[in-house]
């Protein structure tokens, strides 16, 4: 039996035609309150549009434009409540998708406005209606059925018959040749990810997948154009319009019932085959947990994400973490925060054998200072707060390398994202070369902000930015003002882009990155360096794990992303002394594969790994 | 397509150059969607809900609870946002079986026989039972009316969650007299979540015969602890949309779904005489964005000027797909509100960057608990008009 009182409240039952036009949106907005769910179902955000807020704008997995979803009204027919919705997609300006949609479209996506119209689309109906792609349709019988459609045509073509030019400085420039397509539209399959999203989260919630699947085909027409202002329609047989229809029972022991036609559109029964066997609506659920809609029941069982902050005293990283909070906290995540300094105070409570002292409790964070044991802290402190995201914050006394180790024992209970150090743009620059101790924060940070960029010349960022690049050529860059970027800005939504290579826009020291010149040397007094490693044969799991376990602890980190055994997919690697953590990478790119060695001699390391590889290669060409 | 060039790269060019208009008469054609809507669209209109003279907000209690870390570490355990408030085993609804294990039927069981006369007992009964029972605080506002003639009216909104401080905060701010007086004409109760509603039997051991207006979208253990917590008096269950109760006020139901298992919020719109419009909300889920926006295609108000905002400003979860518009604090820019008063559930920090952004912010005096003076703490208050 499906309970809908999870999703809309009792008396929702009794008014049909409420409920579907609240259902998919109530679904939607369900799932999303938990970050894990909406991660594995697929959804990537979600938002209300301001000024229409029953529609909204969202993106899921797979996709790089924004779907828009907005109702169209509801009927009650006898006892079933009968909602429309309909479903936009905005692509992304970079997006192949551009040459197929109409000018008319493309010229609103390379406007000014376009981010801006899209968030309130229903305000803007002239501008939406060029990116209509497909409705959906919710038809709710209460205690009897409930059936979701995709209603799509497989294309939407428009053949401009007279064909369109455009006068340029260059002369007039045919862009539609006579009686070509001016818009050939793939409707179907850029709706269809977006249904099987929705459709997804309707099992997850229901706990149970569609009992019945049904496919329907219409004619859908072309139109042609004529420059005269005249529209034909004709019919093609090549390029029907489809209709999706899934039906959950509401119900145990009833059958699914096929409903009327509620529109004039001939539609013809047609046979699915095995195109939806593989439909994430299909998964079975985990049965047997008390509350179902549990992170343990989708087997998701997220570990606090760790990052290490580090930075000099003033460098704005008080500032960093109130905005990184206020952004957690509004997404319902919590952020432990450890400042990873033995205070005077601390003593007495040492004495007591406690491992922290709680400094403050807030909005969506703990805040606490250690006191003695770092490891046991965080053990203690991810048990009784659960935190989302655990901060280790450091100040100019620590070295992060020697932290890097003592956090090797926890690899299984948290996840090692990111080493984020800030450098003050006023400030650091003269600290720099100076303190051994910064240079070593910035040699193994995945990222490095530069804050207070509001506060100095340009010159002088790019100063700082050569001198952090030929500390670290590998980290990401990020220019800051009080501390303030968007985490997902920063880290990406999975954390992807603290394991991806960061753009090489600045050269380090102005020599070529591969060949580390003459003039470089001076930046190598110091023993600890960075060096990458690309793949030329594969490596198996084991090999890899043995390999870094067996590293000196002179190599702080090593980290990358590298197919491993036969795998197609790419693994994280993030490896501090005695520790190696290899996790799915959950990018939706496909970057090179790398690694980063960082350390002292990390040459010998890379010579190591290099030894194991050659015996690889021929056994792969073999 | 038939065309050999990239038109990406040309439309690019067009935009951003030599503008739109050399398209002219070449056969770019206007499109209608797909095909109509072959469904009526509903009509709105403008409302008028008459004016009032003034309105004051004494903050009786924003602490919704003390350690937000023990609220999510108790949310997390018990199984994640969606599971149903009545499980939880927090006060007031205890089985002693522990977190995530409880149930309303149990809970009110062992309660019922001391509501709402004896808090006290009920609350030993209650702390031997329930979890995280000292975390509890509550959310609850008193709204002082003067009409346009000078009559003063008094609404409650909101009744908190713990017995023990919710009952401490209404006789610090004497609204324990104002309720045995019936000074208070009605208790408007915002959305039926643990720290807004559970408080209920102690606005009813002052005054049981009280008016009580639900939003649409209670469940049955909400409609069953008004009756079980000895409510004598008329309960209105309020439609999703305007709802005027009295010159100048009004509320306003929106079907939003909610944490733990909760559904809809009712929010008040108050109409200052020569002011504006002043919103006065409890959580306010559905975002001050929506909020603001109905009041302006579906209100007549002062002056068409927003006035002013009274609560918790939530902030909307999801908004994660643009980070450039991730942040309330820009968007809040756009209503031009005259003062803000916020707390509860804004977050200190959000609170503290309208500071910072300039933001007509009224200070709190961070007394009785309340943790900063961004915030319009417990015992604070706040006149409009």
């Known amino acids: ?622 | 397509m038939t065309t050999s060039f990239d038109r990406r790269t040309f439309l690019k060019g067009t935009t951003t150059g030599v503008g739109l208009g050399l398209f002219g008469a070449m056969g770019l054609y206007s499109y209608s969607s797909l095909r109509e809507s072959f469904l009526p669209q509903v009509k709105r209109k403008m409302n008028d809900i008459g004016v009032l003279k003034s309105v004051n907000v004494t903050n009786i209690s924003e602490t919704s609870w003390f350690e937000n870390a023990i609220l999510m570490g108790d949310i997390k355990k018990a199984g994640g946002l969606l599971v149903n408030q009545y499980d939880y085993n927090w006060p007031p609804f205890g089985n002693g079986k522990g977190l995530g294990k409880g149930s309303y039927a149990e809970g009110i069981a062992k309660i019922k026989p001391y509501l709402p006369h004896d808090l006290e007992k009920a609350w030993e009964v209650i702390s031997a039972n329930t979890v995280s029972t000292d975390n509890a605080g509550g959310y609850a506002a008193l709204l002082d009316i003067e009409e346009m003639d000078g009559t003063k009216r008094k609404f409650l909104l909101d009744s908190g969650w713990s017995y023990k401080w919710m009952d401490e905060s209404f006789k610090r701010e004497g609204i324990d007299k104002m309720l045995e007086n019936k000074e208070i004409e009605a208790l408007i109760i915002s959305h039926e979540h643990f720290d807004h509603f559970w408080g209920l039997p102690v606005t009813l051991k002052y005054d049981p015969e009280i008016t009580i207006y639900i939003p649409e979208g209670f469940y049955e253990e909400g409609k069953q602890y008004i009756k079980d917590s000895g409510h004598k008096g008329k309960v209105i269950e309020v439609k999703n949309g305007l709802n005027k109760i009295i010159p100048g006020l009004a509320t306003y139901v929106f079907p939003i779904p909610i944490i733990c298992r909760v559904f809809g919020e009712q929010s008040i719109y108050c109409n200052v005489k020569d002011k504006g419009l002043v919103s006065v909300t409890g959580c306010c889920h559905q975002g001050i964005i929506q909020f603001a926006e109905t009041a302006y295609t579906e209100l007549a108000y002062e002056k068409d000027n927003f006035y002013g905002i009274y609560g918790g400003l939530h902030i909307s979860p999801f908004d994660d797909w643009d980070p450039k518009y991730d942040d309330l604090v820009i968007s809040l820019k756009n209503y031009d509100f005259d003062v803000i008063g916020c707390n509860h559930c804004t977050g200190l920090v959000c609170a503290n960057k309208f500071i910072q952004a300039g933001y007509p912010v009224v200070r709190g005096t961070a007394k009785h608990r309340s943790k900063d003076t961004a915030y319009l703490g417990n015992g604070d208050q706040i006149k409009f008009g």
């Not at chain 1, 760790?306 to 008080?318: D, Q």
């Not at chain 1, 394991?499 to 001076?522: L, Q």
């Not at chain 1, 090179?592 to 050659?614: M, S």
């Open chain 1, 1 to 622: 039996m499906i309970e809908l009182s999870k999703l809309l409240p009792p008396h929702c039952q009794t008014e049909p035609s409420f409920a579907a036009s609240h259902l998919p949106r109530a679904t939607m907005m369900r799932v999303n309150f938990i970050p894990g769910v909406r991660q594995r179902l697929g959804w990537r955000g979600m938002r209300a549009c301001p000024q229409a807020p029953m529609s909204q704008t969202a993106k899921i997995d797979g996709m790089t434009g924004i779907y828009g979803i907005k109702p169209e009204g509801c009927i009650d027919a006898n006892d079933t409540g009968i909602a429309t919705f309909s479903i936009f997609y905005f692509p992304d300006p970079e997006e192949e998708i551009l040459n197929q949609i109409s000018l008319s479209a493309g010229i609103v996506v390379y406007g000014d406005q376009y981010s801006e119209m899209m968030r309130d689309f229903p305000q803007y109906p002239d501008m939406a209606s060029l990116f209509h792609i497909a409705d959906m349709e919710l038809r709710f019988t209460p205690d009897k059925q409930l059936t979701l459609s995709l209603v799509a045509p497989e294309r939407d073509r428009v053949l401009a018959m007279d064909g369109i030019y455009a006068d340029t400085d260059a002369g007039r420039q045919m862009l539609v040749e006579p009686q070509g397509a001016e818009q050939d539209l793939p409707c179907w399959s850029l709706a269809y990810p977006f249904f099987e999203t929705v459709a997804t989260s309707f099992s997850y919630v229901f706990e149970a997948a569609p009992a019945a699947l049904r496919l329907q085909c219409a004619r859908h027409p072309t139109r042609l154009n004529h420059a005269d202002g005249k529209q034909l329609f004709v019919e093609e047989d090549d390029n029907p319009l489809k209709a999706l229809r899934l039906t959950w029972m509401l119900e145990d022991g009833l059958a699914p019932i096929a409903e009327a036609d509620i529109d004039a559109r001939q539609w013809k029964d047609a046979d699915p085959g095995t195109d939806f066997d593989a439909a994430k609506w299909n998964n079975p659920l985990v049965p047997g947990a008390r509350h179902s809609m549990d992170k343990s029941t989708m087997g998701i069982e997220e570990l606090p994400k760790l990052i290490i902050l580090t930075g000099f005293l003033g460098s704005g990283k008080t500032s960093f973490l109130s905005h990184f909070i206020d952004y957690q906290a509004s997404r319902n995540l919590f952020v432990a925060v450890i400042q990873n300094e033995i205070g005077e105070r601390g003593l007495d409570a040492r004495l007591l054998g406690q491992h922290y002292a709680v400094k403050e409790i807030d909005e969506g964070c703990i805040c606490c200072t250690l006191i003695d044991n770092l490891t046991v802290a965080i053990d203690q402190i991810c048990s009784q707060y659960q935190p989302d995201f655990l901060i280790v914050e450091t100040t100019g006394l620590a070295n992060p390398a020697n932290l890097l180790s003592e956090l090797s024992e926890l690899q299984d209970r948290l996840e090692f994202c990111s080493v984020t150090c800030m450098l003050d743009a006023l400030n650091g620059g003269a600290a720099l070369p100076n303190y051994a101790i910064l240079q070593d924060q910035i040699r193994v940070a995945d990222t490095v902000l530069i804050n207070k960029v509001d506060l100095v010349e340009s010159g002088q960022i790019d100063h700082l930015k050569h001198e952090v690049r030929a500390l670290n050529p590998y980290c990401s860059l990020h220019e800051t003002r009080e501390g303030d970027i968007s985490p997902r800005e920063l880290y990406g939504v999975n954390f992807e882009g603290q394991h991806r290579e960061a753009n090489m826009e600045i050269e380090p020291c102005g020599c070529s990155h591969d060949g580390h010149g003459e003039k470089c040397v001076t930046h190598h007094h110091y023993g600890i360096r960075s060096q990458l490693w690309r793949p030329t044969g594969r490596i198996s799991k084991e090999q890899l794990r043995d390999f870094l376990l067996g590293l000196p602890p002179t190599i702080f980190r090593v980290k990358g992303l590298l197919r491993l055994d036969d795998a197609d997919s790419l693994t994280v690697c993030q490896h501090v002394p005695s520790s190696v953590q290899l996790v799915p990478y959950r990018g939706q790119d496909d970057p090179a594969e790398f690694l980063v060695f960082i350390g002292e001699g990390p040459e010998e390391a890379i010579a190591q790994l290099n030894a194991i590889l050659p015996h690889l290669d021929q056994k792969q060409s073999a």
